[in-house]
């Protein structure tokens, strides 16, 4: 599923980022990158990821980019510095 269709507060792990090469730099430098924990907080543009206990703003146009495989419950505790 793509990061934009994420339910807020379910935790995910990055899959695959489809972008260009500056898109997807930008993304590593703001922590999205594979095999990354993320939490949609906030549905919209931009939508607001959690991130290693950080928020970050992503315009919805990039997060469609970004293909997330969601967490199964036993696995995934999204715990303050485990990826979100």
Do not use: N, W, Y
């Not at 972008?19 to 997807?24: H, I, K």
């Not at 469609?64 to 995934?76: F, L, W």
């Amino acid at each position: 599923m793509r990061l934009d269709e994420l339910p807020p507060h379910v935790c995910a792990v990055v899959r695959q980022v489809d972008t260009d090469d500056e898109d997807t730099q930008r993304l590593k430098t703001l922590g999205v990158c594979l095999g990354r924990r993320v939490e949609l907080v906030r549905v919209g543009d931009p939508l607001i990821l959690k991130i290693f206990g950080s928020r970050l703003g992503l315009s919805a146009e990039l997060a469609a980019r970004v293909r997330v495989e969601v967490c199964q419950p036993d696995h995934c505790a999204m715990r303050e510095g485990e990826g979100a």
